[in-house]
């Protein structure tokens, strides 16, 4: 594996700073050369390499949702060893995909969206349930439904169906999130360490990534970057819909790597929707996953949340279905169907 550049600051990853772009390119240009990288186009083996919503709203420990897992210190030694691995791979990396969060304050799981009949708005980590909503204890603010134009009829009969559908099928009950990944909010922006790995990627490799922005609707979760996660509203409406155009370019992908915040979340449903996608199910490609379980932790909240036990529990189902649980600190020619493929 390659060494790790010079400029890298294990001791800065959980902090914000700027990232010098004309330094760093200049640098990036020079290590191409000193260890022979070849533009990715050239690849022979194809690597692509998911990073799920690292970001500062969720990376760093003062900012919103920091993903601290029972460890307390999850995102930052997550990024450490995310940052490094990119780096000593850097020659097999063909492309990045970094996923973005991306909220604003009306959305049905921030606490402007709904209040309860004394016409206050839930705390964050509320847990919002069918039975609750059928019951009257919450309901959509009239002032949210008219700010986004909705009747509000409509948005109160979409709650109860939103909430129905996501017990109905599985999914986490409804949570009202502390206000976070705000559009152009520093807490939407991608952790410096993290960035600044990537982009010396971009130059070294010329290979530009694929930003990706989710969570932008706000009649439904959109924990996956591959979906929502109701996609139909209470009159059969489209809510959101599934990026079948994303699936079909990762899984044209040799290899997919996976890792980033938070495992029990968006991490984990992102992986879901991959591994129930047509195309994968289809194909059989399952075993083209490849999850970086140290690059990933899931969301602790002391007092409030703790769903490292479903995390585990996601990652084991995966596992069971093909994919593989490896670690970033494991050469990628050891890893299973790799082997004799990269540097060759």
């Known amino acids: 594996m390659l060494p790790i550049p010079p400029h890298f600051d294990p001791d800065a990853i959980g902090e914000v700073w700027r990232v010098s772009y004309e330094d760093l390119a200049v640098e990036a240009e020079a290590w ?19 990073a799920v919503d690292v970001q500062n709203t969720f990376c760093i420990p003062a900012f919103e949702l920091f993903v601290a897992g029972r460890s307390g210190t999850g995102a930052i030694d997550d990024n450490r060893r995310l940052c490094e691995f990119l780096y000593r791979n850097l020659d097999a990396i063909t492309q990045i995909v970094p996923t973005l969060d991306t909220h604003q304050a009306m959305q049905v799981f921030h606490a402007m969206w709904l209040v309860d009949a004394e016409g206050l708005h839930p705390e964050p980590f509320t847990l919002v349930s069918a039975e609750d909503v059928a019951a009257g204890r919450w309901q959509v603010d009239p002032a949210a439904a008219e700010t986004l134009g909705l009747d509000l009829d409509y948005a109160h009969r979409h709650l109860l169906h939103y909430t129905r559908a996501l017990e109905e099928t599985g999914k986490y009950q409804l949570t009202i999130w502390p206000y976070h990944a705000m559009l152009g909010g520093i807490g939407h922006a991608l952790v410096p360490s993290v960035e600044e790995a990537m982009f010396f990627h971009t130059v ?7 930003v990706r922005v989710k969570g932008t609707l706000p009649l439904t979760e959109h924990y996956s970057v591959l979906g929502p996660e109701v996609t139909e509203g209470p009159d059969g409406e489209r809510l959101g819909e599934q990026n079948a155009e994303l699936i079909q370019k990762l899984l044209a992908f040799d290899a997919v790597v996976i890792a980033g915040q938070a495992k029990s979340h968006c991490v984990a449903w992102t992986i879901d929707d991959l591994l129930r996608s047509p195309a994968l199910e289809k194909q059989e490609l399952a075993q083209k996953v490849y999850l970086l379980e140290d690059c990933t932790s899931p969301v602790v909240v002391p007092g ?12 084991t189902r995966f596992a069971e279905a093909g994919m593989h649980v490896v670690r970033s600190t494991d050469p990628i020619e050891s890893w299973p169907g790799i082997a004799g493929s990269v540097r060759a």
């Open 32 to 50: 191409s050369v000193e260890y022979d990288l070849r533009p990715a186009a050239e690849d022979g083996m194809r690597i692509c390499l998911v």
């Open 204 to 210: 070294a490799r010329h290979s530009q990534p694929d």
């Open 304 to 315: 409030a949340a703790d769903y490292t036990d479903e995390a585990d529990a996601a990652f």
